[in-house]
């Protein structure tokens, strides 16, 4: 599927968030309905994005990148969306990140040239795609990671009768105790170094990576030393691949990647100390979208860290919106609404109540509140969300209520199709997923 694909992607009422009654019609020609969220023309739960908010946020990581002299490839299982791909490609990315082969598949498909798979490359399926697309597609330049000889003996021996032509590119991954993949100590990541180096030129080692994102205390200052100590020991691992000549010709390639210490991952990979050129990159995925309670306390402590960054002018904001209508009131302080699991992100905070609307003939921005104090939901099933309310909480049945969510990975993989909005709620166009 290609670009125009999508846009030739048919839409009517059995997609998620389209109106029950509409009959076919391609997703490009969304903008045409001219349908307004705040007018009840498309059917709640809805997920949706805010363009102003969108290009306020990559104008935003365009001067934090242009500042910080580091390059992003931004990790697409955040969107899987390859109309957002295209819009971060235009803002600048280096590359597109991924974390499995079905999107690197995806990025490949909709054109993306350069893909760092932040993962192991394991398995014949795996092993055997990308290999094959490497010999059929020169300029494919795909990178992933290894963290054990054991792996990097199964890659060059798929490599050696695969005879892609090119060197498979590795980055050295280092981890931490109790944390994912990665090797644990100076000397597990120089042993599989050395075995990447000795299955030359099957496999070339580009760089050393890792993830800082899983750190996370009720301390903000101790988790920015622990980042810190974690940067310290990619650099250590780097500096002793420089210093026995393992890394292969380029540029050594710096790479951490969440979404929450990337000024961290910049200010101290900057003065790795290494004699040759290295590319420093950072990997955020949840920039673009930012969120109303993970990411967003994440900024702030950002903030607070490097202060200078408010010369890039007005900071990320969220873009992303679900919106419900309440459909129950049954007990004083209690609301029920049209929102559940399958609509909204919750394995990292429940959803929060942002502002609230009473629809009805004429009704517009003008007229959306803030949802005030004490409104706090207090769970999710499939498809009910129970929000706890103040006794004289104005709600009634029938409100539309917006949700900002927390962690937008796992809102964005529960709609197939998400309508872009202006500032006065108007769809402009629409995205679609993979996942």
């Known amino acids: 599927m290609s670009m125009p694909e999508i846009e030739a992607f048919e839409l009517d009422g059995r997609v998620k968030g389209i109106p029950s009654g509409a009959t076919g019609f391609p997703l490009g020609a969304i903008g045409k309905k001219k349908w307004n969220v705040l007018r009840e023309d498309l059917p709640l739960p809805l997920a949706l994005l805010r363009r102003s908010a969108l290009q306020q946020n990559a104008r935003w990581m365009r001067g934090f990148l242009e500042r910080s002299g580091a390059v992003i490839a931004p990790h697409g299982k955040t969107t899987m969306s390859p109309q957002l791909f295209r819009q971060q490609l235009a803002d600048g990315a280096w590359a597109m990140t991924v974390a499995t082969v079905q999107q690197l598949r995806v990025c490949r498909d909709f054109g993306v040239r350069r893909v760092v798979l932040a993962n192991q490359l394991v398995g014949r399926q795996a092993i055997g795609y990308v290999l094959e697309a490497l010999k059929q597609d020169p300029a494919f330049d795909f990178y992933c990671l290894v963290d054990s000889t054991a792996n990097v003996e199964r890659l060059a021996a798929a490599a050696r009768e695969a005879q ?151 900071g990320l904001v969220p873009a992303f919106e679900v919106w419900a209508y309440v459909q129950s009131r049954p007990e004083p302080l209690k609301a029920i609404l049209t929102m559940g699991k399958r609509d909204v992100s919750y394995d990292a905070g429940l959803p929060v109540p942002l502002k609230w609307l009473r629809p009805g003939p004429g009704a517009g921005v003008c007229d959306i509140r803030e949802i005030g104090p004490g409104h706090v939901v207090t769970g999710l099933n499939d498809q009910h969300c129970h929000m706890t309310v103040p006794e004289a909480s104005p709600l009634a049945v029938g409100d539309m209520v917006a949700f900002g969510v927390s962690h937008p990975c796992t809102t964005f993989d529960k709609w197939q199709v998400i309508p872009v909005v202006d500032d006065d709620y108007t769809v402009v166009e629409a995205v679609k997923t993979f996942f």
């Open 164 to 314: 892609p032509g090119r060197p498979l590119q590795l980055l050295l991954e280092g981890g931490m105790a109790g944390g994912r993949t990665g090797c644990r100590d100076l000397a597990a990541a120089l042993a599989v170094a050395r075995a990447v180096k000795a299955a030359g030129p099957a496999l070339a080692l580009r760089g050393v990576e890792g993830f800082e994102g899983l750190i996370h205390s009720d301390s903000p200052a101790e988790d920015a030393r622990a980042v810190a100590r974690f940067l310290d020991f990619l650099i250590e691992i780097a500096v002793a691949c420089e210093r026995d000549r393992l890394f292969a010709d380029g540029p050594i390639i710096l790479s951490a990647g969440g979404s929450a210490f990337y000024d961290l991952v910049v200010d101290r990979f900057r003065g790795a100390g290494l004699a040759r050129d290295f590319l420093l990159v950072t990997r955020s995925g949840c920039y673009l979208t930012h969120d109303s309670r993970m990411y967003r306390e994440a900024y702030a402590q950002l903030r607070e860290r490097a202060p200078e960054l408010e010369a890039l002018g007005p």
